[in-house]
């Protein structure tokens, strides 16, 4: 199943869509997410969007491996190498920042290092403050 990636007109999200789709003029995301052909805006890549995390979940893994890949590596902040603050985000690439203990346990994984958050979650490390299309995970302790 070929796919294509597409965000409303008026939405941020991107949905991904079967391409041999051939429902007349409505378009049916694997999210269920449904729309007019017309309302659609056909995108290249992730880059710059806001992957829709239900079409992920859905999508073949044969399919989408590289996708998810790609999504994990583009949306992973860069550090802010002048910055003594740290956070830190899910490895599946969410769009969530977690808190770090002040002496996090630490692993290398993909080449990069990733701790144990304050809420219990894996996550990479950061060097920063977290970029604004992140929001602040509710499980983390300080949030309460
Ligand atoms: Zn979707
Ligand atoms: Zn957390």
């Known amino acids: ?3 294509i990636i597409a965000r409303h007109r008026a939405g ?3 949905h991904f869509f079967d391409v041999e789709q051939q429902n007349g003029d409505d378009r049916k995301a694997l999210c269920g997410f449904a729309c007019g052909a017309g309302e659609l805006v056909q995108l290249q ?21 590289p996708t998810r890949e790609a999504v994990a590596a583009e949306v992973l902040p860069s550090d802010d190498e002048d910055s003594a603050h740290t956070y830190a985000v899910g490895l599946r690439g969410e769009f969530v920042w977690h808190d770090v203990p002040e002496h996090p346990v630490m692993q290398l994984y993909q ?3 990733v701790v144990i958050t304050e809420c219990g ?14 929001a602040r995970c509710p ?3 300080a949030a309460n």
């Open 45 to 65: 890549n992730l880059s710059g969007v806001l992957p829709c995390e239900l079409c992920i979940r859905d999508a073949p893994d044969d399919q989408l491996r």
């Open 12 to 14: 941020s999200a991107a």
């Open 1 to 3: 199943m070929p796919l």
């Open 139 to 141: 499980q983390c302790p």
């Open 111 to 113: 080449g990069r290092e």
């Open 121 to 134: 979650c894996i996550a990479f490390l950061v060097f920063g403050t977290p970029p604004e299309r992140y």
